[in-house]
């Protein structure tokens, strides 16, 4: 094996062990929740280890590194998952590689997916980003519709042609009531999930929790945790 490989398979059992714990803990089963590495800033190389060490779902938040690495990765038996901020000058790229995108935040957006998935012939799982911090705008400092646009947006998304509701996602807000209370902000994020269900019974995923608080959105109920630099390393700064 190479040092590589050994770093990404050593790293891969801590973070394996500390979701395993945490289900424990929660008196959850271990399957009950999916890991999906986050590979933003690391090479196709890495991708194709993660691979080979039993990863099925893999995370970009940049259109312009994940296309080119889920191009050289095809041959793999992948999910991509397309996590940041999406333009709508990005979504005919986006939607020709990722599997889902959980940040879905705006109608504008659910107009431009459902057009190009429906071009290509494509089923996109859509999961709406939901912001904690969200201001009178309506939306978050990263994205992110307010919990009291969801069901509106849900909606949406339900009734456009070539794209399916999955569920929610959230990333631990910075900033506003929820700030430092992680485990309180997934815990909402579990009652929005439960009141989405009411009317999409088939949008059960709930994606929240990245390296360092993965333990408290799997206590909370999370069905899938992002975890990047906890698999992959510390990244480097982006220029």
Known sequence: MTDRKDELAANLAKVERRIADACAAAGRSREDVTLIVVT??????DVRILAELGVRHVAENRDQDAAPKA????????????????????????????D??????RPKLVTALSKEAERTGRELGCLLQVAFDAGVSGRGERGGVAPEGVAEL???VAGAPGLRLAGL???????????????????????LSTDLRRSHPAATMVS????????????AGATHVRVGSAVLGVRPRLR
Do not use: I
């Not at 933003?40 to 190389?45: E, G, L, M, V, W």
């Not at 889902?100 to 935040?105: A, P």
């Not at 929240?208 to 206590?219: I, K, N, R």
């Open 40 to 45: 933003k800033t690391y090479p196709a190389s």
């Open 71 to 98: 191009a050289a990765c095809s041959d793999l038996p992948l999910t991509w998952h397309f996590v940041g901020q999406l333009q709508t000058n990005k979504v005919r790229s986006v939607v020709s590689y990722a």
């Open 100 to 105: 889902f995108v959980q940040s879905v935040d």
């Open 154 to 156: 849900a909606g949406l």
């Open 169 to 191: 996602m959230t990333v631990a807000p910075l900033t506003g009531e929820y700030a430092g209370r992680e485990q309180v902000a997934f815990e909402r994020l579990m009652d």
């Open 208 to 219: 929240a929790g990245m390296s360092a608080d993965l333990e408290q959105a799997v206590a």
